[in-house]
């Protein structure tokens, strides 16, 4: 049977759940194996594992369960080991790293902010702020709409503007919220996406970080800003340094 991974917590853990059900159908019992001063949250895992709904949320419950007790290095969704064994091997050759990692991670969460432009307000902002550009654009609805040639150009140039915006945007989302944070790590590139990062915030300063949010909407009205978290730190787990 192989073994299902929730998570990493230091054997001195006060809050490791009992009796808790995990991923499958029926739900398998999560137990602990302990090797020196680590622990690891497991599971039976199921023949087949799929990322159906319910799954997902009992994966996220067993961790909430534990990291409401303790520091929890938390595993993605889908983490299977061959064997107990093989999660006490890892446990013993990586102990120095993850010990590291659940003292930088102590009482700390995870938020992923996802930026965006709203089109309409971008558009007139680069306008606004580009007196050629916009010259250019109330010529060609002067002569209604202008030839295609104009119309290309014109095209080609708010593209880049539009561009050029967004790479100073990313920017300043980064900027904004990364004093409230203890570290920052970018996520990876999506389609529809200007910024996508995640940042490490101390449970004490939940608030400010929301509140940096809230004050960067504000002042920048043409970004669309969406929130996750908080969240176990899965970004930070492998982190280095």
């Known amino acids: 049977m192989s073994t299902y991974v ?5 054997s001195s853990h006060p809050g490791l759940p009992e009796k808790l059900g995990g991923v499958g159908e029926p739900a398998q019992p999560v137990r602990v194996l302990t ?3 680590l622990v690891a949250l497991v599971s039976d895992a199921p023949d087949s594992l799929r990322p159906k ?3 997902l949320l009992a994966h996220q419950n067993v961790l909430a369960e534990a990291g409401a007790g303790g520091s929890v290095l938390p595993m993605r969704f889908g983490g299977v080991s061959p064997d107990d064994d093989t999660v006490l091997s890892v446990l013993g050759e990586r102990e120095a790293h993850y010990l590291e990692r659940l003292d930088a991670l102590d009482n700390k969460v ?3 902010v996802k930026a965006s432009h709203d089109e309409e307000s971008v558009l007139h902002q680069v306008l606004a702020d580009d007196p050629d550009l916009r010259a250019l654009s109330e010529a060609n609805r002067a002569a209604g709409g202008g030839s295609y040639d104009q119309k290309l150009a014109l095209g080609e140039r708010v593209v880049a503007a539009v561009q050029q ?8 989302v980064q900027q904004a919220l990364e004093a409230t944070a203890a570290d920052v790590k970018p996520g990876p590139e999506s389609g529809g996406w200007l910024a996508n990062i995640s940042f490490l915030v101390d449970r004490d300063r939940s608030d400010a970080f929301v509140n940096a949010v809230d004050e960067l909407k504000q002042a920048n009205p043409h970004l669309v800003l969406t929130v996750n978290g908080p969240l176990p730190p899965y970004s930070f787990v492998e ?3």
């Open 110 to 112: 995870e938020y992923n």
């Open 35 to 37: 090797r020196g001063d």
């Open 239 to 241: 982190s280095e340094g």
């Open 53 to 55: 709904r319910r799954d």
């Open 6 to 10: 929730y998570g990493i917590a230091r």
């Open 165 to 172: 915006r967004e790479a100073r945007d990313a920017v300043l």
